[in-house]
């Protein structure tokens, strides 16, 4: 049950678009298309932001998509705002019933 | 609207137990699976474990597999989280959330979260 890897940081301007990747292994994010996304700002709740890998839920706005390629899932966050600035988290369904979350991500909008 | 509120934190010393509660609403919890997660300080989120709707199936992380248990009680719309023989690695805040919907089991809404200290 390692961490799935992300940058430490990503940093953008306002209106750019900027990409999270999340990288696994086989045995998680490369073998079931159950990778979820969550924005948190500190002291907060986290919320989700795009599930099943791409799919997001109706109060998330349009700017954030998800997508995969072998063992990588990405976020992607398009027109940059500055409330966007907060901790992003993929999550990854691991089998057995059990999850891994990744090390995190702080976007910094610049 | 889903609203989950945790209960239970606090500091306990190293080796002792400690329950956490989440009072659920705004969904048909039965129906729903639970969660825990935790975020130790200055780190990141870590799942914890997780419990299906009618509490039959349940999994847990390796760090705390047989020392936690996770429950719920669908009369009250509460789940627990029991920590026993503690250790100062689980100091944390511990977040209850709940899967997006009844097919979607993905963690979708989440509490504000409770803080669990484990220091002598």
């Known amino acids: 049950q390692s961490a799935l890897t992300q940058p430490a940081s990503v940093s953008g301007s306002p209106g750019q678009s900027i990409t999270i990747s999340c990288t696994g292994t086989?045995?998680?994010?490369?073998?079931?298309?159950?990778v979820s996304w969550y924005q948190h700002h500190p002291g907060k709740a986290p919320k989700l932001m795009i599930y099943?890998?791409?799919q997001r839920p109706s109060a998330v706005s349009n700017r954030f998509s998800g997508s995969k390629s072998g063992n990588t899932a990405s976020l992607t966050i398009s027109g940059l705002q500055a409330e966007d600035e907060a901790d992003y988290y993929c999550?990854?369904?691991?089998?057995?019933?059990?999850?891994?979350f990744g090390t995190g991500t702080t976007v910094t909008v610049i | 609207e889903v609203q989950l509120v945790e209960s239970g934190g606090g500091l306990v010393q190293p080796g002792e137990s400690l329950r956490l509660s989440c009072a659920a609403s705004?969904?048909?919890?039965?129906?729903?699976?639970m969660y825990w997660v935790r975020q130790a300080p200055g780190k990141g989120l870590v799942w914890v474990s997780r419990?299906?709707?009618?509490?039959?199936?349940?999994s847990y992380a390796d760090s705390v597999k047989g020392r936690f248990t996770i429950s719920r009680d669908n009369a009250k719309n509460t789940q627990y989280l029991q920590m026993n023989s503690l250790r100062a690695e689980d100091t944390a805040v511990y977040y209850c959330?709940?899967?997006?919907?009844?097919?979607?089991?993905?963690?979708?809404?989440w509490g504000q979260g409770t803080l669990v200290t484990v220091s002598s």
């Open positions: 959330a709940t899967s997006y919907s009844t097919i979607v089991a993905a963690p979708g809404g």
């Open positions: 086989s045995s998680d994010v490369g073998s079931y298309n159950l």
């Open positions: 705004g969904f048909t919890f039965s129906s729903y699976w």
């Open positions: 999550c990854s369904y691991a089998g057995r019933s059990t999850y891994v």
């Open positions: 419990i299906s709707g009618d509490g039959s199936s349940t």
């Open positions: 099943e890998g791409s």
